[in-house]
T-cell receptor, first 115, second 113 residues
Framework: NAGVTQTPKFQVLKTGQSMTLQCAQD?????MYWYRQDPGMGLRLIYY???????DKGEVPNGYNVSRLNKREFSLRLESAAPSQTSVYFC??????????????FGPGTRLTVL | QKEVEQNSGPLSVPEGAIASLNCTYS??????FFWYRQYSGKSPELIMS????GDKEDGRFTAQLNKASQYVSLLIRDSQPSDSATYLC?????????????FGTGTLLAVQP
């Protein structure tokens, strides 16, 4: 099992360009998440999908959109990239959102630089 | 006040010593507590979870939870240079708006050979 995979690993964009970060999991998990990690800020939740067909905003959703394509895949789109979106983006998945023992597993991350 | 607080470190310990990492949280309804290890340039990986007051041991790692005082700690015995990483504390509530994982900013641990 690959676990959680993300593409691309690295990306450089110019301000105003758009791109989609892809995430897939092969653990048959119901819930998926997108985080960004910035120095001194920790991991912050951008969007999450509790189950296939549902998506909800997290702590820092502005400037992003998501699509839960199917149970395996959850993509994050930047419509008009800004330098403030320079960050490391992690996708994660878990069996279900509401279980208190639910553990999140992380993908390898995408390092995005917006010039 | 941040929801989950950790000392950013670096915490420097000699090889073979016990490393003690601490975390406090503000939301009293928090039910689940996780410690993730993150090597530089890598993704977080779960090393311990704890849900009840007291100690939970797994190999060289011991997690300690005190819900009354709202803190959770991680002890690493016989620290090794390979333990050098950032340790993230994460806290989760149960039900409704509180069921998302909230992360601290992490403590950088440096184990000196």
């Amino acid at each position: 099992n690959a676990g959680v995979t993300q593409t691309p690993k690295f990306q450089v964009l110019k301000t105003g360009q758009s791109m989609t970060l892809q995430c897939a999991q092969d653990m048959n998990h119901n819930s998926m998440y997108w985080y960004r990690q910035d120095p001194g800020m920790g991991l912050r939740l951008i969007y999450y999908s509790a189950s296939e067909g549902t998506t909800d905003k997290g702590e820092v959703p502005n400037g992003y959109n998501v699509s839960r394509l199917n149970k395996r895949e959850f993509s994050l789109r930047l419509e008009s990239a800004a330098p403030s979106q320079t960050s490391v983006y992690f996708c994660a998945s878990s069996e279900r959102l509401a279980g208190y023992t639910d553990t999140q597993y992380f993908g390898p991350g995408t390092r995005l630089t917006v010039l | 006040q941040k929801e989950v607080e950790q000392n950013s470190g670096p915490l420097s310990v000699p090889e073979g010593a016990i490393a003690s990492l601490n975390c406090t949280y503000s939301d009293r309804v928090s039910q689940s507590f996780f410690w993730y290890r993150q090597y530089s340039g890598k993704s977080p990986e779960l090393i311990m979870s704890i849900y009840s007051n007291g100690d939970k041991e797994d190999g060289r790692f011991t997690a300690q939870l005190n819900k009354a005082s709202q803190y959770v700690s991680l002890l690493i015995r016989d620290s090794q240079p390979s333990d050098s990483a950032t340790y993230l504390c994460a806290v989760k509530g149960y039900g409704g708006a509180t069921n998302k994982l909230i992360f601290g900013t992490g403590t950088l641990l440096a184990v000196q050979p």
